[in-house]
């Protein structure tokens, strides 16, 4: 008898590139996923070169060409003033670490993944909750929901892409208190039309203002048409209305935003319907599986967004798998090989992302010395500080 799939469970980025990688190796894989459709919420994705190196030998370069926008710098600029603390050459990083710095819309990333994945014969099926599985003397199997009722589904082995409230994650119980806490941070997401706000925030960079407990980025999308922006705020500091959804007005009140630039100002006030996206987050795991069940993505390293590596990271985990299963290594060893690659860079990241998160929010004295610090490195050096995460 043929041997089972390899079973995916989450059609996110990360479970996506993982099937992508699987069926490149050689491997069969389906990929089970909750929602009905396949389809990304509105906001942005900034792909890094890490994992932008990645999709390329995925063969995904030239469609990426027709999706993504390559922005040319990044600026750090002061909420208070608009002053530009720094500007980050983006353009030389294709040559310095082998691609471009890239931004998609979401939905766009997922469709070119998906695609490539379906034209490589990855088997997708959508309208299936995963609540957990069975790893017994008679094999694996995972127990999913349907709307026509329970259904189980043997596998070779199971990847777990769902995400940060992982079922598999919970359901392999790799260590103690392991429930997802708050970051003590919300992010409000929006997509915003470019001619509704100021010239200097259509250009083709990417901007990250830096206030006291808040931050924004935002950066345009496709055509430079739209722009994707995310303004995080310190819970202490988020006292708005506690809607799901808020107008710009409201958020900009909330903001406290009498002592911030009338740029930013405007960018905040142009969104009609602002997102909340409460950011938590949960602790490093000693492993990421057991036998043939393993997680990837933000179910085994759910990160704050500081460095702009969730997705990143999910990718290079991706790349990582493909490599271990392409040989013809027992499917146990294969995965333990996969998380020995991966573990400690992603635990670097993830810490790295949550000091990230203070240094952005500074207060009075020590946010003018981080300032001061950034203007004197300069765009280049605080380039050259992202080699790290980039190489
Ligand atoms: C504000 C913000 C900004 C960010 N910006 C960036 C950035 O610029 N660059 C970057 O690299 N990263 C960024 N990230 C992080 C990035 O979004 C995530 O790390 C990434 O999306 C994780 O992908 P994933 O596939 O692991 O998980 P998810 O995207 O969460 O996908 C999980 C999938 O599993 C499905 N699923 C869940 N449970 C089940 C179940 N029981 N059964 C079946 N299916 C299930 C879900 O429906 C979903 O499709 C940002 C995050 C935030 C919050």
Not at 12 to 19: D, E, I, S
Not at 156 to 185: E, H, Q, W
Not at 356 to 369: K, Y
Request: net charge positive; glycine share 10%; charged share 25%.
């Amino acid at each position: 008898m043929a041997e089972p799939p390899i079973l995916v469970v989450g059609a996110g980025v990360g479970g996506l590139a993982a099937a992508l990688a699987l069926a490149r190796a050689g491997r069969r894989v389906e990929v089970v996923e909750r929602a009905p459709r396949i389809e990304e919420v509105g906001a942005g994705l900034q792909i890094s070169p890490n994992a932008g190196r990645i999709l390329q030998e995925f063969g995904l370069g030239p469609a990426m060409r027709e999706t993504a926008l390559e922005p040319q710098a990044l600026r750090i600029r002061r909420a208070g003033d608009g002053a530009v603390l720094a500007s980050l050459p983006l353009a030389a990083v294709r040559e310095r670490w082998g691609a471009p710095f890239r931004v998609f819309h979401r939905a766009d990333l997922q469709k070119l993944l998906l695609d490539e994945a379906l034209r490589c014969g990855v088997e997708v099926a959508t309208g299936r909750r995963c609540e957990g599985f069975v790893q017994d003397a008679e094999g694996l199997r995972l127990r999913l929901v349907a709307e026509a009722g329970a259904e189980t589904r043997a596998g070779a082995a199971v990847i777990g892409a769902d995400g940060l409230r992982s079922t598999l994650r919970d359901a392999l119980a790799l260590r103690p208190d392991d429930a997802p806490f708050s970051s003590g941070k919300t992010a409000w997401r929006a997509i915003l039309p470019a001619d509704a706000l100021p010239a200097p925030l259509r250009e083709r960079a990417s901007q990250l203002w830096l206030g006291p407990s808040a931050h924004v980025v935002h950066y345009p999308l496709r055509d430079a048409s739209i722009v994707s922006a995310v303004a995080i705020l310190d819970d202490s500091a988020d006292k708005g209305p506690p809607a799901e959804t808020r107008t710009g007005a409201e958020l900009a009140a909330a903001m406290g935003f009498t002592r911030w630039s009338a740029d930013l100002r405007a960018l905040i006030e142009a969104g009609v319907s602002w997102r909340r996206w409460p950011l938590f987050v949960r602790p490093e795991l000693p492993r990421w599986g057991r036998g043939r069940v393993v997680l990837l993505g933000d179910a085994a390293h759910p990160m704050t967004p500081f460095l702009a590596q969730g997705a990143a990271q999910a990718i290079e985990d991706a790349a990582a798998l493909g490599r271990a299963l392409e040989g013809a290594a027992p499917i146990e060893a294969a995965l333990e090989a996969y998380q020995a690659a991966r573990m400690t860079r992603a635990a670097k990241v993830q810490r790295g992302s949550w000091r990230q998160g203070s240094h952005v929010h500074l207060r009075g004295p020590a946010a003018a010395a981080r300032d001061l610090s950034i203007r004197l490195l300069g765009g280049r050096g605080m380039l050259a500080r992202n080699a790290w995460l980039y190489r």
